[in-house]
């Protein structure tokens, strides 16, 4: 068995690094897929402490590199895969939709090929790149806050690595930390890069177990983290660590719009990407009766076809289902979590999308989200206020109230506002998703060179 199973390299300063400590890569079915190299925290910090040595290339070096790996992360031949091997493969151990699982990648090619164009937008218009440029009576320099940049990338889907390139464009070096839930995008990211002219210093793979990513946090200048509330609250106050945690994505419909004339938005915005990205909508409200929204939501989810679905382990469908029924308590099911798991007899199970409409927007439950379509249909009065709208990476306001927009985009908790016909998980170059990352990873430097 062991010879047919994909073999998943560390990357460090020195080139590939095979250790004698692996894990298992299985697929959601459980049937072993890969072989990862674990690295121990000493691999770590020496690996950081080599990349911080390096300067960083040169401004047009690195954006002829970041294209060239655009090419090469969709044509070529790498650790052994084809471009359609590797994308079955990463759909097989993700268990997204082969569609969603495809799109991801595709925004990963795309992301660095445009990652100049993406960085652009952050800088102020009064800040220059380079000193040499600064006008004579001094100005701002837009500037690294510092050399490494350390990743902790999540699972759930392989676009989330079309974001941390922008750092490389930027000058960092960026040292990534898989999730041994889809490990497979970032290695062959990190090979495609090294194969277009950034060298082994400049972008490192370094799977390791819970020590070494503590101790990768601490030897990196920033760190780019992604989970639930538990890691966002563990590292709330750290300024060098920028979370990327809980979507809680929502949608309002106020009274002046009939919900009807969005249906194809709503129900888009719950299911795409599976229902398992942050940006999907976990709750939709409605200035109203909200169970006719929730049957019609309903109808158009349970037509899903299961190739459009996430899939599991049996085990771990089960336990999602477990917890989603306790977290219903109290709720009208409209498919509820008793229909959640789909058997497929293989050990692996479709996860079925659940709908459940609430008599009040109760804040404990509507920002409860799981990574499949399942969502909260409640009804919502002025007199509730903006409190149930709080926490949501995406707040899509239906409405023609200005007033309710403005607080949509004062409140410090709304990270993203959507007004109208628009899908939650629209995204571009030019518009942030938790800010610009390169918000968090420069700063502005006052310049001034006096004569004489």
Known sequence: MAGELVAIDALGPNGEYRTRKTELICDTAGVPVAELSMVPRLFVIRSIAAARKVQPLGLDARMEALDRAATLFRTQRIAGLDFDSYVT????????????????????????????????????????????????????????????????????????????????????????????????????????????????????????????????????????????????????????????????TKILITTEHDWRDYLDEIVDSISNLGGMACVNATAVLVEGDATPLAHAIAKRLAALDA????????????????????????TKPILGADQVVDDRGDGNAVLRPAVHVLSRPDVDVINVELPF?????????????????????????????????????????VVNVYVGRQVTHHAAPHIPHEGFLADFLMRNKGFIRADG
């Not at 382990?313 to 219903?328: G, M, N, Y």
Request: charged share 20%; hydrophobic share 45%; net charge neutral.
């Open 89 to 248: 493969l990463t759909q097989r151990i993700s268990g997204l939709p082969m569609s969603v699982a495809r799109a991801g990648v595709d925004v990963v090619a795309h992301s660095l090929a445009t990652a100049a164009d993406a960085v652009g937008p952050a800088r102020p218009t009064g800040a220059t790149t380079d000193w040499r440029t600064c006008r004579p009576g001094g100005g701002a320099v837009w500037t690294r806050r510092g050399d490494v940049l350390a990743v902790h990338a999540p699972g759930n889907a392989p676009g989330v690595h079309g974001l941390w390139p922008q750092a490389l464009a930027l000058g960092y070096r960026v040292a990534v930390r898989p999730s041994r839930r889809e490990p497979l995008t970032a290695h062959r990211l990190v090979l495609a890069l090294r194969q277009a002219g950034f060298r082994d210093e400049d972008a490192l793979y370094l799977p390791t177990d819970y020590a070494g990513a503590d101790e990768l946090v601490a030897a990196a200048d920033l760190s780019m983290v992604y989970g639930g509330q538990d890691v966002a609250d563990r590292y709330a106050a750290d300024p060098s660590v920028l979370v990327n945690g809980p979507g809680r």
């Open 307 to 330: 190739e459009a679905l996430p899939t599991a382990p049996i085990a771990t469908a089960r336990a999602l289902a477990a917890h989603l029924a306790r977290k219903a308590a109290g």
């Open 373 to 413: 379509p399942c969502v909260w249909v409640a009804p919502w009065s002025r007199d509730d206020g903006f409190a149930p709208l709080r926490n949501s990476l995406v707040l899509n306001v239906i409405t023609n109230d200005d007033d309710l927009i403005d607080a949509a985009v004062a409140d410090p908790t």
